[in-house]
């Protein structure tokens, strides 16, 4: 079985996306092998492993180091940890994927049949970004088989820098969001009661990272609106001050919850928000929420991310303004049972064309395609070669004579 090495920036243990989603399914045909960000650590630097998911095995290196993710400080070092994993592992039939450009330096001393790229954002326009991150973007783009993208923006942007470019938008586990399946499952369920089900309804929910791609300014008119309304908000809070946070009585914060109660989370609400900012961090994104809110069958108010209006701009209430979103908030609540059974059948057809099942297969098969062109290459370059040594040796013997 030939395995994926992937480099990422984002922990497995952290909020469940497109990296889980795909890997995970992606595990069915490959040994994948994850390696994560370094930890500092005292003592000698080591691999801590895991195995999170069946044929999932995922590095995270602790070492001495005290320089941030895949820092030019830290290659040395991950280099000499992921050698001897490779080599206690037996592990020499591999393809490289990447989550983040700043590990490109660790392929100088791999020899990968394949190189991947799955551009899941704009990296390089997130708060704290490594100022080498475009450089190595740019090379990265020019030396991969295959470069995946997370959405239209992103695919416009990178298609013109690979030959081998595919739009591949992140999509939806359908059933794990289905409402009728999420109210059925009594013990998470019973989690979710615990974590909201003393805050009184209507409920206005987001699930994802809170950090510089929220409006929260946006998220605090909303609780502003109408002290009737309760906003929840779920997820972890990075990159921003917490006490940068707008605090009400009806706005509820109520931290980073698993994949599997947020179903369960859902189905209490009565509108889901996805209330971005807009500004360069979010100029190419595009939610994976908004295909999870569909498939809860619960209304979505958004701002005019790009990806969303173009993508969903039909079934998702998309504002221009605060009074706007504010406005889509009251319409979505007060709709009537005959406007509810009709967005449920748009958002119901959207969710139909988005599974990650799909995209796993479609990629699967573009990463043996990209393996399949990789040996030809090979044995092409293997003949050129051998030919140019002949030539070479029939000069020389002319020479000679």
């Known amino acids: 079985m030939t395995h994926l090495i992937v ?47 069946e044929n999932i095995d995922v590095l995270r290196p602790h070492t001495p180091v005290d320089a941030p993710g895949f820092h030019d400080d830290q290659l040395a070092t991950l280099k000499t940890l992921l050698a001897d994993y490779l080599e206690q592992n037996e592990i020499d039939d591999y393809a490289v994927w990447f989550y983040t450009p700043m590990a490109l330096p660790l392929l100088a001393d791999l020899t990968p049949r394949a190189v991947i790229y799955d551009c899941m954002d704009e990296l390089s326009a997130f708060k704290n970004a490594p100022r080498q991150m475009r450089q190595r973007e740019a090379a990265l783009l020019r030396g991969a088989q295959l470069v995946l993208t997370g959405g239209h923006s992103l695919y416009e942007a990178k298609k013109g820098l690979n030959d081998n470019v595919l739009c591949l938008p992140s999509a939806v586990d359908a059933q794990h969001y289905a409402h009728a399946n999420a109210v059925a499952r009594a013990e998470p369920m019973a989690r979710a009661e615990a974590l909201q089900g003393a805050i009184p309804q209507p409920r206005l929910g987001f699930f994802g990272v809170i950090d510089e791609r929220l409006d929260l300014d946006l998220v605090a008119a909303v609780a502003d609106a109408d002290p009737n ?40 609400w009565d509108v889901c928000l996805m209330p971005f900012a807009l500004n360069e961090s979010t100029r190419f994104i595009s939610p994976t929420k908004t295909l999870e809110y569909m498939a809860a069958d619960r209304p979505v108010v958004s701002t005019p991310i790009h990806d969303v209006k173009v993508m969903f701009g039909d079934v998702v209430a998309v504002c221009e303004s605060t009074d706007a979103f504010i406005a889509s908030c009251r319409k979505a609540l007060a709709a009537t049972p005959a406007e509810r059974s009709e967005r449920s059948a748009a958002m119901a057809a959207s969710v139909a064309r988005y599974s990650w099942d799909g995209t796993a297969e479609t990629i699967r098969r573009a990463i043996d395609e990209a393996l399949q062109d990789a040996a030809t290459s090979r044995i092409a370059q293997s003949a050129e070669d051998l030919a140019t040594v002949g030539s070479t040796t029939k000069l020389a013997a002319v020479a000679a004579g």
């Open 229 to 268: 309304w309760q906003v929840v908000m779920v997820g972890p809070v990075v990159k921003i001050d917490p006490a940068s946070l707008p605090q009400r009585a009806n706005l509820h914060y109520l931290g980073q919850q698993s994949y599997d109660v947020l179903p369960q989370l859902v189905a209490g």
């Open 7 to 53: 480099f990422s920036h984002l922990r497995w243990n952290f909020v469940f996306q497109r990296p889980q989603h795909l890997l995970s399914r992606l595990a069915k045909h490959y040994h994948v092998v994850v390696m994560e960000e370094p930890l500092r650590s005292e003592g000698p630097a080591h691999l801590e492993q895991s195995s999170p998911a």
